[in-house]
């Protein structure tokens, strides 16, 4: 049996982070009531003109200087023609000939570069809900004008892995520059994928086949290898592969042929006229340079050869940003690393499953977490109490140590206190004291296990061990 090389390139499609739309003032927002969120610009009436959002285009250009694109000095924005319910236009304002951002790439973890063909700033189209047989199709305009930043790559991945390691990559970029917040869940960061098999070892391309929309990693993951095997199946039988756009059931875990796919010139591109030519002068763009913060990449260096982290950690920890943010005003207040990892990715994370939110200061407040940590290490609480107490201060505006006293958490025994129940237990249980030349250490765990009872498990074990082996010794 013949083998077969997989070449696949990527077509990712990110909803720019900005307040309003690429061309006009409606609200960029996700989850409003059909069709209440669109005006005549992005619904296309005849004498509604465009006005391009400045913030996405400086968004699509500081993504480019996050991945080492060339910035273009003059961008276009042309008019791609096709006929589709969802496009109330009929056409999408998009970039072909002088798109924002040309070249660059991102290196994955096994050292191979991954290039970018380009990024370029286009309008999302409406969205299409399927009802009933007796309802039909509906339309929802809403999501029509949206900005969308599209990263197109060269086809140099070889194995569905490095697609979905590249993607990962890529949102955390995204959502550290602040550029996009790449919600895959609400279709805020969509792939494409484009595919082809070759016999290994050959230069000559394949026909290829484009699956659209992906909306989450596993998908992409199961769908290249699905269609991959699709194809080699279909060559070793002696088919032709058919160039197609097909669609992925994640249901089915199938793909089927939607239409076959037409070429750039069978849109018909060309320059709005609408829109004038964008000038980006490379003082512009230094300047958007210098706003990009530390990136996940950047932070992941530092958790693990600074704060001494495992991988496992920094990754956890960097995978959203929020999460990094937090972590990082949780040291401020208190330097071990790993002991707030720990809290964090134990507690709060199983706790975010369950309740997803962007700012973890609404599941405990950094102060509240760190003053836990501190009482759990200083012994003022026992563990399974701090993580009670974690519990119950979980989404309350509730102080730590106020709840800590309130439920005689705390572990505050007076020396004296301690002292008196010592005595007491060293009085009633005098017959084990025989024994403490052989064997001291269990001795003092006896009597330490006799204060605890008597203390209802209050007291501090360390300090009542200390207290009690100085007692004994004097006593001998
Ligand atoms: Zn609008």
Redo the contacts with the bound molecule.
């Keep these: 049996m013949k083998e077969y090389d997989l070449v696949i390139g990527l077509e990712i499609h990110a909803e720019v982070n900005t307040n309003t739309?690429v061309?006009?003032?409606?609200k960029n927002t996700f989850g409003e009531e059909p069709n209440t969120?669109?005006?005549?610009?992005?619904?296309g009436l005849p004498g509604a003109l465009p006005v391009l959002n400045k913030k996405a285009v400086e968004y699509t250009i500081k993504t480019g200087l996050c991945v080492g694109s060339e910035i273009t000095s003059l961008a276009v924005f042309e008019r791609k023609n096709y006929f589709y319910p969802d496009l109330a236009k009929a056409y999408q304002i998009s970039q072909l000939v002088k798109p924002i951002c040309i070249g660059g790439g991102i290196e994955l973890e096994s050292g191979k570069y991954i290039r970018l063909n380009r990024i370029h700033l286009e309008e999302d189209a409406g969205k299409l809900i399927h009802k009933t047989k007796t309802i039909g199709t509906l339309v929802d305009y809403n999501r029509?004008?949206i900005p969308l930043m599209e990263v197109v790559t060269e086809p140099d991945f070889s194995s569905a892995d490095e697609a979905v390691e590249f993607l990962d990559k890529l949102r955390r970029i995204m959502i550290y520059a602040g550029v996009a917040k790449c919600k895959m869940e609400e279709g805020g960061m969509r792939c494409d994928v484009n595919l082809s098999v070759k016999e290994k070892g050959s230069t000559k391309l394949g026909t290829r086949t484009e699956m659209k929309n992906l909306n989450s990693f596993k998908m992409v993951k199961r769908a290249i290898e699905y269609e991959a095997k699709r194809q080699v199946e279909e060559i070793s039988a002696g088919k032709i592969i058919i160039q197609q756009t097909r669609k992925w059931d994640d249901n089915k875990g199938k793909s089927y042929a939607m239409r076959t796919k037409g070429n750039s010139h069978d849109y018909r591109y060309f320059p709005d006229p609408d829109l004038l030519t964008v000038q980006i002068d490379s003082s512009s763009a230094q300047e958007i340079k210098k706003s990009i913060p530390l990136l996940a990449q950047d932070r992941m260096v530092i958790y693990t050869q600074k704060y001494g982290l495992p991988e496992y950690d920094a990754r956890i920890l960097t995978n959203e940003k929020f999460i990094s943010d937090y972590f990082e005003d949780c040291l401020k207040l208190f330097d071990n690393p790993k002991q707030i990892s720990n809290w964090i990715m134990t507690h709060i994370l199983r706790i975010l499953k369950e309740k997803p939110c962007e700012d973890l200061n609404e599941v405990i407040s950094v102060k509240n977490l760190i003053e836990i940590i501190k009482m759990t290490e200083q012994k003022e609480i026992s563990r399974p109490n701090a993580y009670e107490l974690f519990n119950s201060i979980c989404f309350t505006n509730l102080k730590a140590k106020d709840v800590a006293k309130q439920k005689g958490m705390l572990l505050v025994f007076s020396e004296s206190k301690l002292e008196e129940l010592i005595d007491e237990v060293l009085k009633t249980y005098s017959n084990a004291l025989a024994n403490f030349d052989k064997t001291p250490e269990k001795v003092i765990n006896f009597y330490t296990g006799k204060v605890m009872g008597l203390s209802k498990g209050l007291a501090n074990p360390q300090k009542i061990q200390a207290m009690l082996s100085e007692k004994i010794k004097s006593k001998l």
């Design positions: 739309k061309f006009c003032a409606c969120n669109c005006c005549p610009v992005c619904i029509g004008g």
